[in-house]
Each structure stands twice: as structure tokens, then as C-alpha cells.
């Protein structure tokens, strides 16, 4: 792992430590009579500090469980009375924020804190879905429910279908956001919801009532959202923007752009032509790297050369692949975002970027011939090289 990535790793399930546990175990014993709440703070800390983040999130959960079994019995419903009553009020603390200092009885929990709070939802309410759903409409406006109510997606479509819909039209931009981001079909942290992939049809209608929300936070859930259908249904995204594009005001223009990053890096001719980008480069591209050989956490400096032959100006997307060796002498093309740009008529132009090979926990390099690769409108157009001289 490196040195960026573990710190990062390392704030993150900080997120969820011993200042949280004893904020938990505070506003839980207030609205819990009979909780013991050192005994609740004594186990949720046991062991805490070596879990990572989403280890914590199951842990506290798990902890969670027991204690309300002993104090509710099997009565899911007052359960989820009892967790709503400790939160903050909407509103009152920056939603995904809590505060770090003494537990505060008028401001309850919010913040990281309630992730554990949906988690425990999720694992015990499946059987009341009704009223685990009422509790994510509440937690989600302290802290994000996208995790867990993708169970109920599964287990009960119908359900939560209609649930969903609703929330489209909820006065809250969080609630309204979980309609599109919970719903996602390749949601970063949360388990893939394979019958969305294979058939991304019922999220459609929630995405048109969502994509011109108001609140720039929603639109952009929307954003990604389309980007996941487009991972494994190009044609579904292309027929989106000919469908919604034209015409459309800026913000959705906005949105739309970000929801087609994923094809026009991977030079999608079509999507590329409804942005009016698809037409071919009338001139040439010339790609120069230097050094020619690098280590591991250094970098090579991009030049590339653009000569116009066109009697007009040319809307350019210009990217970049770095095709990576792999342990078995193979290569995996990775594609970087570089240039948007007007070529005026017969315009030359160069551009220059410096691009670092450093160590990160989500892929080891391997030393080798590493060939960089030319997208100019999703056309590949010119390549060169360089030698990593060193792995990690």
C-alpha cells in the first residue's frame, strides 16, 4: 500500500473510534432505559482499533444487536423508535459531520456514527420492511442509507420500488439522493446488485423524475448512476442523450457530460457524436515521452503535437492510455483523462502533461516496456513508449 493510500485508510476508519463509541453508547442509554451503557462502550471498543473501516461499521452493528435484544427483546419496531429518537435533528449538524466533543443531548447522533445504526437495519429488518424503510428514511438525512437499502432492492422489489419513487419527491436532497445512489447498480462499497446490471430498466423512471433536481448533490448521483448503467449497457446511455441532450439546460448538460465519461475515455464513437466530438482529427498527432526509462515513483513528461489541415474549427477529446505490464509479461491499458479542446482552422498546437507512476494499493507495477497509446475523438492516432525500470 502506499504512503497516500495508507493515510487515507487510516483517516477513514478513524471515522468510526473510541470518541464515536462514546457518543453511541451516550445517546443510545437516553433513549434506551435499561441499556447498560459501560457495558455497551466496554465491547464496542474490544478490539476496535485493528478493524478497518467497514470492519468497524460490522462490528458496531453486531454490537448493536445484542444490546437491543436484551433491551427490546425481538420488537424491531420499538427498536427503530429508539434509534430515531437518538438522532440529531434534521438539519442541525452538517449532514455526513458529527461533532467531535462531549455527547451533546440536544444534538443526538449524526454523521459516521449512523452507519452502523443502517447497517443494523439492514441485517434485521428484512422481515419489516415497512418500518425498516420508514428508519433509512430517517437516518439518511444524518448520514447516507445507500448501503443498506440495497438489501431490501433485492428481497423486496415491489416494496421498495414504490418506496423509492415516493422519495423522488421528498422535501429532503438526501432522501431524494438515496432514490438514485442506493438504487446504484455498481455502487462503490456496496455489494453489485446483479439483476440491475443485467437489466438496468427499473431505475430508468427514478433517474428522469431526478436528473433535474435542484440540488446539484442529487444530480450528481444521478451522474454516476448513468455512468454504472453505461459500464454494461452503452447503448442504453447513448439513447439517453439523444433522447435528453438536446435542448437540455446546463446543469443537465453538466450531468449528462459526467454520466458519459466512462465511454468518450474509452472513445465510444456515438456517444462521442452526440457531444460533437465524433469526427475524426482532419490533420495529424504526434506523441513524444521523455525520459525514455523511469523508476517507480517518478514520472514521464506527455507532448503531444496537433497540426490542423481543416478549413474549420475541430472539437477535440484527447486522452491517453498507459498500457501497464502485468506479472505474466502482459499489458492492461488503463485510460487518463487529457484534453477538451477547439483546434482552430490550421492551428498548431502542443500540450504537455506530466504523468507519475507511483506505488498505490489497487495495482502493482511491474517493471518493463510500458507503451502509452493516442485518443484523439476515440481514435488512436499516434503511440510511444517508456521502460519502467522498477515494480512495486
Known amino acids: 500500500m502506499g504512503r497516500y493510500a495508507a493515510i487515507m485508510a487510516e483517516a477513514l476508519r478513524n471515522l468510526l473510534d473510541e470518541v464515536a463509541v462514546g457518543q453511541l453508547g451516550f445517546h443510545l442509554a437516553r433513549v434506551l432505559p435499561g441499556l447498560d451503557r459501560h457495558a455497551f462502550e466496554a465491547e464496542a471498543r474490544a478490539g476496535l482499533h ?33 434509534l430515531e429518537a437518538a438522532l440529531a435533528p434534521p438539519g442541525t449538524v452538517p449532514w455526513g459531520e458529527a461533532p467531535r466533543g462531549p455527547a451533546d443531548p440536544a444534538a443526538g447522533l449524526a454523521g459516521w456514527v449512523v452507519w452502523p445504526l443502517t447497517d443494523w437495519v439492514a441485517r434485521c429488518g428484512l422481515h419489516e420492511p415497512d418500518r425498516a424503510l420508514d428508519a433509512l428514511h430517517a437516518m439518511t438525512q444524518r448520514f447516507t ?35 438514485s445512489e442506493g438504487s446504484r447498480p455498481r ?33 450528481r448521483s444521478v451522474a454516476n448512476h448513468l455512468n454504472d448503467i453505461s459500464r454494461d449497457h452503452p447503448e442504453q446511455l447513448l439513447r439517453w442523450l439523444q433522447a435528453h441532450l438536446p435542448q437540455a439546460p446546463a446543469p443537465r448538460r453538466a450531468l449528462l457530460r459526467h454520466a458519459s465519461r466512462t465511454l468518450i475515455k474509452a472513445g465510444h464513437a456515438q456517444v462521442l457524436a452526440a457531444w460533437g466530438q465524433g469526427e475524426p482529427l482532419a490533420g495529424r498527432a504526434t506523441l513524444t515521452l521523455r525520459p525514455g526509462a523511469i523508476a517507480l ?35 492492461s491499458p488503463k485510460v487518463f483523462k487529457g484534453w477538451t479542446l477547439t483546434l482552430a482552422p490550421g492551428e498548431a498546437r502542443v500540450l504537455v502533461r506530466r504523468h507519475a507512476l507511483r506505488a498505490i494499493s489497487t495495482r502493482r507495477h511491474h517493471p518493463g516496456w510500458h507503451r502509452v497509446t493516442l485518443q484523439v475523438n476515440g481514435q488512436t492516432l499516434a503511440e510511444a513508449g517508456f521502460e519502467l525500470l522498477t515494480g512495486g
Do not use: N
Not at 517518478?298 to 481543416?310: F, K, N, P, T
Open 187 to 219: 455502487l462503490p462499497w456496496g455489494r453489485r446488485l446483479q439483476g440491475l446490471i443485467r437489466d438496468p430498466a427499473p431505475t430508468l423512471p427514478l433517474l428522469a423524475r431526478l436528473q433535474d433536481d435542484p440540488s446539484a448533490y442529487v444530480r
Open 297 to 331: 515513483g517518478e514520472a514521464v513528461e506527455l507532448r503531444v503535437g496537433l497540426q490542423s489541415q481543416a478549413g474549420s474549427a475541430q472539437p477535440l477529446v484527447i486522452d491517453y492510455a498507459v498500457h501497464h505490464v502485468k506479472a505474466d509479461g502482459r499489458t
Open 145 to 179: 442509507a445507500e448501503w443498506a437499502v440495497r438489501p431490501f432492492i433485492e428481497r423486496h422489489p415491489e416494496r421498495t420500488w414504490a418506496r423509492l419513487a415516493a422519495w423522488c419527491e421528498d422535501p429532503s436532497e438526501h432522501v431524494r439522493r438515496l432514490a
Open 50 to 82: 485493528a478493524l478497518e473501516l467497514k470492519a468497524r461499521v460490522q462490528h458496531l452493528s453486531a454490537v448493536l444487536e445484542r444490546h437491543l435484544q436484551r433491551v427490546r427483546a425481538d420488537d424491531f419496531a420499538a427498536a427503530c423508535d429508539a
